[in-house]
């Protein structure tokens, strides 16, 4: 472990993301450096192929033989990881002996952190043993799970990196991650950070998109903006009580999943399946603006990142509801909105590799700073 730590100070680093959204795989090769700023040499993505993402949102939900499904997903997401690898290494020309580490966050398939025995439990899918052979590269993963063993909610991890990369001395910033869920890391003019999980974001969008389009999102909220919210629909989702929870918080598809949208639909005339598309967009945007009004009201800028940040539609509506505050999507300050997590994840390898912590309890709600990820020597 000594030589690791020893060579983890600069150099190369991929850092691997497949979000709760379920579109597929994104990949980057960072180059990180104590003296400057964190350099992005290259991107790779992939999508999920049906049979695969049918499987993972399956694993959402109790079902049977769910282990031995569990561990073949998680074989073919790893060669997926593989793939976007070597197809990063192709495009960057870089050796996989160059690389120091990979962080690899696995696919979330339950997240109930303080729940039943009060510890609960977040569940990544991932064979990280498996990756570091196939791909020559060190792999850090399990990336969640020591912040709730601390008592926290593992959730979310972004904020301490976008505070490197998007925070602004005597400027307070807030950076908006909308991916299946949405989180809000909020940076503050005198350097600390705080975040937590909003809501919903894509998950619930590209879920009734598919169901009533067979299109797997709503490219740029076209199908939205066709339709009108539904006021007395939009009263009864944020009728959820996760909603008026105060931070440190996170969700996921435990909660805001076709289930929970059809119990409150069941409330509600039939309604146009655009209508209920521009409603749930319209719930996003609300909750997300709701959060930033609430806990950061001086926020000079919103700086969009993930899927839902082309999403010109939601984009739209983050605007409207926020006039004082100038929302951008995050490639406008340095970074495309497709790669901000992904970065995120090989930042957090090199904080492992060099012991360092990699979650702030100010935002998860653990005791104090934990050093996060379990290491797979290439």
């Known amino acids: 472990m000594a030589t690791l730590h020893e060579h983890a100070q600069d150099g ?7 979000g709760t959204s379920l579109d597929g795989v994104d990949g980057v090769l960072a180059s990180f450096s104590r003296t400057a700023a ?3 040499l290259g991107h790779a993505s992939s999508p999920f192929p049906d049979g695969l993402r049918s499987e993972l949102l399956a694993l959402n939900t109790s079902g049977t033989d769910e282990l031995h499904r569990a561990a073949l997903a998680a074989n073919a997401l790893v060669g997926l990881y593989t793939d976007v690898v070597h197809t990063l290494l192709k495009n960057t020309g870089a050796a996989a002996s160059q690389v120091i580490a990979m962080g690899a966050h696995g696919q979330t398939v339950r997240h109930r952190p303080r ?7 977040t569940l990544q899918l991932n064979q ?3 990756l570091a052979e196939r791909t020559g ?4 993963a399990d990336l969640r799970s020591r912040d709730v ?14 505070l490197g990369v998007f925070g602004q001395t005597g400027q307070n910033i807030a950076v908006l991650n909308l991916g299946g869920m949405s989180n809000l890391s909020l940076l503050r003019a005198d350097g600390s950070a705080t975040g937590f999980d909003c809501g919903p974001a894509n998950a619930l969008m590209d879920y009734w998109c598919h169901r009533h389009t067979g299109q797997w999102f709503d490219a740029h909220g076209q199908w939205a903006a066709q339709g009108h919210v539904h006021q007395p629909l939009l009263d009864t989702l944020l009728d959820e009580a996760f909603f008026a929870q105060q931070p440190p918080k996170s969700t996921g598809r435990d909660l805001f999943n076709p289930d929970w949208l059809h119990n409150a ?4 005339a039939a309604l146009a399946p655009h209508d209920v598309q521009a409603t749930l967009a319209e719930l996003t945007a609300i909750a997300c603006a709701n959060d930033l009004q609430r806990n950061l009201p001086s926020a000079s800028e919103l700086i969009v990142c993930g899927g839902g940040a082309l999403n010109q539609h939601l984009m739209q509506r983050l605007q409207a509801l926020l006039p004082g505050v100038q929302v951008l999507p995050s490639q406008q300050r340095g970074i495309d909105p497709q790669q901000v997590e992904a970065a995120a994840f090989a930042w957090l390898a090199r904080q492992c590799l060099l012991g360092l912590p990699g979650n702030l309890p100010a935002v998860t709600g653990a005791r104090c700073a934990r050093v ?4 797979y020597p290439a």
């Open 137 to 140: 590269i060190t792999v850090v």
């Open 372 to 375: 996060l990820g379990a290491i």
């Open 128 to 130: 990280p043993a498996l």
């Open 149 to 162: 063993a601390a008592g926290g909610q593992g959730a979310p991890l972004v904020p301490a990196f976008h």
């Open 115 to 121: 729940e039943f025995d009060g510890v609960g439990y």
């Open 265 to 268: 639909l069941a409330q509600h």
């Open 12 to 18: 190369l680093y991929i850092g691997l993301m497949s």
């Open 38 to 40: 964190p350099q992005l």
